[in-house]
């Protein structure tokens, strides 16, 4: 009886969202986009403009030790716009290519640098005024054209500079790790109002090899005289720059003093510099910066709102919402048609940023908002394994590398076969799969591939011998039940018993230690079987001792190098909850649900959780396997009140190319996903309803009734009106459309409590 | 006292030889090259233009299936004349990049072609009559511009193509093993008489990643009109075609009917399009073709005249070896300043294609001739070690990859370290050695580092889970010795032991079986240590059989694929042999010394030995270590007189990069190396005299006093008139200066019988 009533109460409340969506958003969805949240503190985010995956990212450069270029220090000053970046990444910072600066002063200095003010960021849009010269700046950008207005004091000479040479996170030590190098640039006055170059870098993050970023400049007014410059010499009047491995690049002047703005379109290209103007011709062959800035808007819109919020959403939600997704959508980089390394009719993506960062929620998140984009992301993981050998889990500058712990590309794979996504040959998947599973990548085994493979396949764990042994276990044990699966669907038995059985490994390096009241950790073992119970650690004073190991120890990067740690950015306490195929075996090696919801409870009170890591990311969910989702809500709601917030320091860690974002995100419509399956877990959403419109035609609507700070507990379920018990729902019912209706109220009710979400099960 | 009447003989011969010397040499040396020598037959030499190492190959393009461009079947038409090529590789083509082609009619159509006429070669220089259109088309080169020289009939029209699509050794399936791929070309019209472009490439032979090659052209007249074309349209009068993945190119037309002759010059860059015309203002900044030419041959001049024969040596004589010379320095390519995938002071060469064939007579060659270009060379190994994490056995087009056998630069390493070259980083060197021996290379196996390793430094030998399990295993054991001895000079005592040991593994796959009178041979072998006995060979009629696995078995290519046997190229017969640092050994395996000659008789009197492939190059010599320096010396003329000769056919193998005609140019002078050790085999000249004007100022006399076709013997020998009893000689007492006098007679008397040359030792 409860539930016909409760089938009532949503009849209604259905009726009344349908009156509230035809009446509701009056400001496009651009309007809910900040730029600047995570700009300060860790999110590392990129603030200029972009197009959704855009190629090209031009924006302020202030700090070249930045990973964005950006800083928020308005005491140091900015030097230009460069039109390559990353959003939210950590480590040595990559691209920051081909820089412009207008200038009104020190004609014949090649340092110009402004303090700036009135900065401002929305969709597609950055502008600032460089305070030394009074010059205001503008940019927006299409997918690969750059296109700024500088609005100039009357009265005054100006200059823009274009500088090729000039990039993030140069170090004057050769082949210093994770530095950008510099190997060469040109640049050639083409004419008195175009300018054509590159630069060429290599390094970086992924410590990649050469890249190029070829330019084509062109201004809307004539400069009247210019100068190139060569290695700090300036060659007045001379108009071509061969690369011979130095810095380059020009000065170009206007005299004209009553000249008020210039514009400037810069095309980018990794082709050549014939095919950066010709991206100029293709997508702006115009001079409107009013019609590239609604273009970009349109973009964005197109996509920001296939996800609805309830017009009652108050609008800092909202902001941190769309936000959230527009940070999703900054990476990976649509290259197609931009690859210098081979042709293919398949797309082709780059900077994969990392993919170790983005399968957990951002590549599903995209998967829901654009099923198709995400089936061309994975197209381009599989072109890129047919010519270079092995898909990424990072990628930049064309260039595979670094792999922080699991070959992850496999669960994006996974993902999408599980997903059902059209328009992928998943036995090439499969392939590309069995590849990482089974051939050692050898030389560098931070490159691709897994590293540590010869143990993993001989002992089922990786030993002490390797580093990152910890992570690199428990995420090849995930990995291979993603092959399994997708194996198992294509019929390949042979494959499916191999790998489903691999992927039980994480448990060769469960140790039953118990630490803070938790038994049972991922713990290092040599070779030959024996724990490890301490580690070598080289002090900076030179002195050697050996360090005891804990499931709390971090003996990076102070006793060994970041990267050779037992786990990587994280402990055992984060780590050993990892096994996201067979969280029914982990509660049962925990001992058992009680234990389980200790150890979490723990694992939360104490501060154990790292918000601002990944590995971490399916973590507060756990509790929904031992029948208590409502747990998980209010963590989650606990996570997010304490971490997450509108401002500029909103981002609790470095964004990695929208990985904080995507995982706020889903909690905000109450749905997160267990990458690499097939559905979301149900959580008490944040705002009273949202409504997925998909490219199907199909609406999936989340409404979580009675919604309050009161009520933030689920009562009850109806998918499509009928009653559901379970905590957990599947892709297909949201492709196929229709509504879930959450009964909110003050606590929990044992909703959720009956049937756990899966796990890979003892049968198998 | 037979000594010393000797050295009294000695005395008067040098006296005259100094006369000889005096009044000698009238003619240039390069008067004796003839870069037609294996253009027939299976030599597949590059006929055009070269200066030494040049990375500038112009030549006529005839048949886009020949490694080399060219045909010598003149019913075949000549299509044009491209920029870049290798000379004397087998396999898929390389390069070929960069078409010109002058016509006269069918002025419309992109496919012009010609038979030929006329065609002369000589250092510097090629020429070549195009009798469809009555144009005489003259070539020559400065280290990266190719100069042309086009003489049309009067009267007519004329017309000149770039074709910046073409290449050689295409096919239309995608990622075809060997098959260079097109990634994509650009061209524009920048003035009346200059055109720049790019084609980017993929493949070939070595599977190399993409590369680029940069041109610039400039003609010294101007043509009047010009139809720039892609994917097979023409675009009159439009100056850029961007390359969006197509073929590109531009017809210029001259319409000047008293016009007689066009030059053009083509500057080159793996850079840029504009450091391609630096390169033309740095090397050949005029249009004097005969100056260009001159300064070739003066180059390389003073290389030749480096190693001076006796002057009463027939002109055939010379001209063999001359040519021989003249083949050895045309690879590897020097492209210093040209390395676009990163910035370093050190050499950078490229076209390495492959070691395998190169590091047991054309480096030690070098060495002789030029040791501060083979530090260089040696140098460039390190420095691509340094930043592609390997040295390549074969590179190509910016790209390592593919190893055939061993990792043999480490031969390169151990050569130069034994022979005290200066201005090589030594230790760098045995890094970048350990790198080989302990990391296996992963993924593609065949790129570079020993493939197999893991069984290498597990089994001790390689099983037959790898192919080309055989010769891996006897070139690793090779490649150990090397790194052990390198280890040993610069005091790495534990790296010293771990490798002498290892280089004994060849022993490992020694089995005794007999073939042929012979017993022990390198057989096949199983992870767990059982002979293998037969091998599974899948006929071309699908019928799979086993066949019994025998010291001649050749399974390849017929069972397996080319690459897929258990030896590379060879049979157990040749490989057996192949244990150059351990001959005493190898002797001891095989019976002792008595067993070891009817071996070697059988090999060479049955036809098991193979003139025309490098891993049998020492076997010839092998008699010097059973006191029979004399058997060598006969077997080695017996080769060169079957095999060798001054006619376009005078090559019995692909030249390899000059590796056949570095074998014979060694023989030529009486000595041949071991390379990897400090010491040179000696055997009866073909000649009189020779001296080495060695670059330190000290010359290196060899005369072979009374030689004769009756007296082929060596009787006794003299080093700087002391007597000399041992068949073998040090470098440093060549690099000392002075002479070494061989009294040759009618038949052999015992010299060289009591002394062997060195072998490993069993103290060792």
Not at 217 to 236: E, Q, R, W
Not at 449 to 458: I, K, W
Not at 630 to 647: A, E, F, H, M, V
């Amino acid at each position: 009886m409860k539930i016909i009533d409760l089938h009532r109460q949503v009849l209604i409340l259905s009726l009344s969202v349908m009156a509230i969506a035809a009446s509701a958003q009056t400001k496009p969805y651009t309007a809910y986009v900040d730029p600047f949240i995570g700009s300060e503190g860790l999110g590392n985010v990129f603030v200029g403009p972009s197009r959704p995956y855009g190629m090209v990212k031009p924006g302020p450069d202030v700090n070249k030790a930045s990973n964005s270029g950006y800083s928020p220090d308005l005491d140091v000053p900015l030097y230009g716009f460069s039109q390559t970046h990353v959003s939210g990444t950590g480590g040595g910072p990559k691209y920051g290519n081909i820089l412009i600066m207008p200038f009104a002063g020190n004609f014949n200095e090649l340092k110009q640098e402004s303090l700036r003010a009135n900065e401002k960021a929305s969709t597609g849009y950055y502008s600032v005024l460089l305070k030394q010269y009074g010059i205001t700046a503008e940019i927006t950008s299409t997918s690969k054209v750059a296109f700024y207005r500088f609005d100039f004091k009357p009265g005054t000479r100006k200059a823009i500079k274009f500088d090729a040479g000039d990039f993030l996170g140069e170090k004057p030590v050769p082949d210093a790790r994770e530095a950008q190098q510099f190997i060469g640039s040109e640049v050639e006055v083409v004419s008195d109002n175009e300018i054509r170059g590159y630069s060429r870098i290599r390094g970086g993050w992924n410590n990649g090899a050469a890249y190029t970023v070829y330019f084509y400049a062109i201004t809307d007014k004539p400069f009247n005289t210019f100068t190139t410059y060569k290695a700090g010499s300036l060659y007045p009047g001379i108009k071509l720059q061969a690369d011979d491995g130095n810095k380059t690049g020009v000065l170009a002047y206007f005299d004209d003093a009553s000249l008020q703005q210039i514009k400037v379109k810069i095309g980018i290209s990794f082709i050549s510099e014939l095919k950066a103007r010709q991206n100029i011709e293709q997508e702006a062959p115009h001079w409107s910066f009013e019609k590239v800035l609604a273009d970009s808007q349109d973009s964005w819109n197109e996509l920001l709102k296939r996800l609805e919020l309830d017009s009652s959403t108050p609008a800092q939600q909202k902001t941190m919402f769309y936000t959230a997704l527009y940070h999703t959508m900054l990476m990976p980089v649509d290259r197609s048609g931009e690859n210098p390394l081979w042709q293919s009719a398949m797309p082709y993506y780059d900077d994969f940023y990392a993919i170790w960062d983005t399968f957990r929620s951002s590549n599903p998140l995209i998967t829901l908002i654009d099923p198709s984009r995400e089936a061309a992301i994975v197209n381009s993981l599989l072109n890129i394994y047919q010519r270079d050998g092995y898909m990424p889990d990072a990628r930049s500058g064309n260039s595979n590398g670094r792999t922080q712990g699991g070959s992850n590309a496999e669960v994006l794979i996974a993902d999408a076969y599980t997903k059902k996504l059209k328009g992928v040959n998943y036995n090439l998947g499969l392939e590309a799969m069995l590849k990482d599973a089974t051939i050692p990548p050898g030389g560098n085994e931070e490159k691709e591939g897994r590293g540590g493979l010869t143990d993993y396949n001989s002992l089922g764990y990786i030993s002490n011998r390797f580093v990152r042994a910890g992570n690199r276990t428990v995420e090849y044990a995930y990995n291979d039940y993603c092959l399994a699966i997708v194996a198992d669907g294509l019929g390949r038995k042979g494959e499916y018993n191999r790998f489903i059985k691999q992927s039980n490994n994480w448990k060769n390096l469960w140790r039953p230690v118990t630490d803070h009241g938790a038994t049972g950790f991922i713990m290092p073992k040599d070779a030959s079987g024996r724990w490890i119970d301490s580690i070598t650690c080289v002090e900076s004073n030179g002195r050697v001792t050996a360090v005891p190991y804990t499931p709390l120890a971090q003996e990076w990067p102070n006793c060994v190098c970041w990267w050779c740690g037992f786990f990587y950015e994280a402990s055992s306490w984060e780590y050993s909850f990892y096994v996201p195929h067979d969280v029914a075996a982990l509660i049962n090696n925990c001992g058992g649900p009680q234990a389980f919801k200790q150890r979490l409870d723990t694992f939360f009170n104490n501060g154990y959780y790292n918000v601002g890591n990944e590995p971490s990311f399916l973590t507060p969910n756990l509790y929904h396997w031992i029948g208590r989702p409502d747990l998980s809500s209010t963590r989650i709601r606990q996570i997010i009140q304490k971490n997450y917030n509108s401002s500029r320091d909103g981002l609790p860690g470095n964004d990695d190319s929208g990985a904080m974002s995507s995982w706020l995100a889903f909690h905000v419509l109450g749905l997160y996903p267990n990458a690499g399956q097939s559905y979301y877990l149900i959580n008490s959403p944040l705002i009273k309803q949202s409504v997925l419109h998909q490219t199907n035609g199909k609406d999936f609507k989340i409404t979580a009734k009675n919604l309050s700070e009161a009520n933030q507990f689920i009562q009850a379920a109806l998918l499509n009106g009928k009653p559901f018990n379970q905590a957990w729902i599947e892709h297909q019912d949201i492709v196929n459309g229709g509504e879930l209706v959450l009964l909110m109220g003050p606590k929990q009710t044992g909703w959720g409590n009956s049937m756990m979400p899966p796990s890979k099960g003892d049968e198998k």
